[in-house]
């Protein structure tokens, strides 16, 4: 079946630094999705992604759909303090299909 | 943005007893709905999928007895956890999806589930 990879698996970071991070599939995918989840709580939507090479933002957040479709990438600006969470990359090859999420990267920002 | 509630935010049990969790989409129409288990620490681990009107679809190793699923709109689905153990202990995660157009996915805040 399809599966997701998210690189790094965790990071520590220095408050003020820019992150990034990436998500790789084996399947072609027509949809991306960013979440971030705070610890106790449900994972939020950041960012969705529907067409192959866009660029979107959220604030200090970008994401970007990858040219391949095969992966996508999320960066986070001036990381702060409250950036401290789990990002999962979700994706999908079709319309109406179910979302398949990766393991997530656990991001911890150092004062 | 489309909210999913649920309730309760919290719960804990004697060990036998059954919990049913409650999972609404407020302002849309779902017509699947997802229920997630998550370790902590550790990622989404998906349950069953759900769609309104018609029996759950399980991953591979959950019990579906155990595991009651019912989605009997398109903005409300319950877990109900029976006969709960120790072991059922973890942080339950229902999500949903709307209708056509651009989909995405929504996920509620969550329930943590203690059972002593």
């Known amino acids: 079946g399809q599966q997701l990879n998210q690189s790094p698996q965790s990071m520590f970071i220095q408050e003020g630094e820019d992150v990034s991070m990436n998500c790789t599939s084996s399947s072609i995918f027509n949809t991306w999705l960013w979440y971030k989840q705070d610890p106790g709580e449900g994972p939020v939507l950041l960012i969705a992604?529907?067409?192959?090479?866009e660029l979107t933002s959220n604030g200090r957040l970008t994401a970007q759909f990858g040219i391949t479709r095969k992966d996508s990438f999320l960066n986070i600006s001036a990381s702060i303090p409250s950036d401290v969470g789990i990002y999962f990359c979700?994706?999908?090859?079709?319309?109406?299909?179910?979302?398949?999420f990766g393991p997530g990267t656990r991001l911890s920002v150092l004062p | 943005g489309a909210v999913v509630s649920q309730h309760p935010s919290w719960v804990i049990c004697k060990s036998g007893t059954s919990v049913k969790i409650e999972c609404r989409s407020l302002d849309f129409q779902a017509t699947t709905m997802f229920w997630y288990r998550q370790f902590p620490k550790q990622s989404l681990m998906l349950m069953a999928t759900s769609n309104e009107g018609s029996k759950a679809t399980y991953e591979q190793g959950v019990e579906k007895d155990k595991f009651l699923i019912n989605h009997a709109s398109l903005t409300l689905s319950t877990l109900t956890v029976t006969s709960a153990h120790p072991e059922d202990s973890s942080f339950y995660i229902c999500?949903?999806?709307?209708?056509?157009?651009?989909?995405?996915?929504?996920f509620g805040p969550g329930t943590r589930l203690l059972v002593l």
């Open positions: 992604l529907y067409k192959a090479g």
């Open positions: 999500s949903a999806r709307g209708l056509a157009g651009y989909e995405t996915q929504y």
């Open positions: 979700a994706g999908r090859e079709n319309y109406g299909q179910n979302f398949v």
